[in-house]
């Protein structure tokens, strides 16, 4: 179960496994939606630390895996690509309930943890701990967003992708520099990734960046207008002449 070589453990895409975890994925979430008003009515304060706890947990034990077995490299293995980052933000939001980090969280896990979990960079399959580690992170990491917004009634507006902007563009020199040092490419941000994947279609070095972020901004508004308020509206701005 916590074997380094993942030859007896190979995982596939769209394996049994694969379409077993995305089915958990869906009808939890579905049923989390549809008994969300009894849910309401629990105090589940004990559960968010727990879940909270157990996250952090999984991923001690992740890196201390990776370092006993001699796989840990800062050029791949600190927690900066995007969806470690929205694990640490999950943990924050459990343990803290502050809105700002769930205006983050909702567009980095429904737009960022969801695509990793359709398309995983995973080698070892069930039931090896990296399995359990990637899917249970990747998870709950979609799950508590959606249960601040569903139970907790925490709902997101137009400013909370401007905040987002501004995180990933304040994160993001931070970021290329640490790339640099360490010879990284967190974020994808040094280069595109080997394999193929959408930035092969958003341009060359460095300008897909620019089109990932348009990208993000237009897919953080579809989800701002499915999970806004119900009842409001999308003001438009009034434009007026001169002599308005």
């Known amino acids: 179960m916590f074997g380094r070589s993942y030859q007896d453990y190979d995982f596939e895409m769209f394996s049994v496994s694969h ?20 849910l309401k009515e629990k105090n589940l304060r004990k559960a968010e630390v727990g879940v909270a706890l157990s996250l952090l947990a999984m991923e001690g034990t ?13 050029s791949h293995a600190i927690p900066l690509e995007l969806c470690s980052l929205s694990l640490f933000l999950t ?25 990793a979990m359709l398309t995983p960079l995973l080698n070892y399959d069930f039931p090896h701990f990296r399995f359990f580690h990637f899917f249970y992170s990747h998870l709950m990491i979609i799950w508590v967003p959606l249960y ?14 401007l905040k987002l902007f501004c995180f990933l563009n304040i994160l993001m020199p931070f970021i290329m520099l640490i790339n640099k040092l360490v010879g990284g490419n967190y974020m994808f941000l040094s280069h595109k990734p080997e394999s193929a994947s959408l930035l092969d279609v958003l341009g060359p070095y460095p300008w897909y960046i620019l089109s990932l972020e348009g990208l993000l901004i237009l897919l ?21 002449g001169f002599g308005g």
């Open 148 to 161: 601040f917004t569903w139970i907790k009634g925490y709902r997101p507006t137009i400013y909370s992708v």
């Open 220 to 240: 953080s508004l579809i989800v701002w207008l499915a999970l806004r308020e119900k009842g409001t509206k999308v003001e438009m701005p009034v434009e007026k």
């Open 62 to 74: 992740y890196h201390t895996w990776m370092y006993v077995n001699g796989s840990w490299k800062a």
């Open 91 to 115: 943990v924050l939001l459990l343990l803290t309930g502050k809105k700002l980090v769930y205006e983050i969280l909702l567009f980095t896990a429904l737009l960022g943890a969801s695509q």
């Open 19 to 38: 379409f077993a975890v995305i089915t958990i994925l869906l009808v939890v979430s579905i049923a989390m939606y549809f008994f969300r008003n009894r």
